[in-house]
């Protein structure tokens, strides 16, 4: 079973910048999809970014333009540097392989003045 923690999460202002960081506990080339997740209070969990075969990238509407997902190989690591950051970007954010149902401990983004 895939293990993944989460890091990178923090206080940040409006137009502000962070980068998240996914431990992944099985080689990446073995997976099929990588993906970022968010909850914010109160709503379901969205899926907002992931990486397919062949290297495509697809985003939510809503993050478009001003997050990046991306990937190391040799780390087993999965990324998501996040740019113009707004006050609705507050959420836990989680990575996740092949869109299944196993999830890590998540880490809160909160974006306020």
């Known amino acids: 079973q895939v293990q993944l923690v989460e890091s990178g999460g923090g206080v940040v202002h409006p137009g502000g910048s962070l980068r998240l960081s996914c431990a992944v506990s099985v080689s990446i080339f073995s997976v099929n999809a990588l993906a970022w997740y968010r909850q914010a209070p109160g709503k379901q969990r969205e899926l907002i970014a992931s990486?397919?075969?062949?290297?495509?990238?697809i985003y939510d509407d809503s993050v478009k333009g001003r997050f990046t997902i991306s990937r190391d190989y040799n780390k087993n690591m999965v990324y998501l540097q996040m740019n113009k950051l707004k006050p609705e970007d507050t959420a836990v954010y989680y990575c996740?392989?092949?869109?299944?149902?196993?999830w890590g401990q998540g880490t809160q983004v909160t974006v306020s003045s």
């Open positions: 996740n392989t092949n869109f299944d149902d196993h």
């Open positions: 990486l397919v075969s062949g290297g495509r990238r």
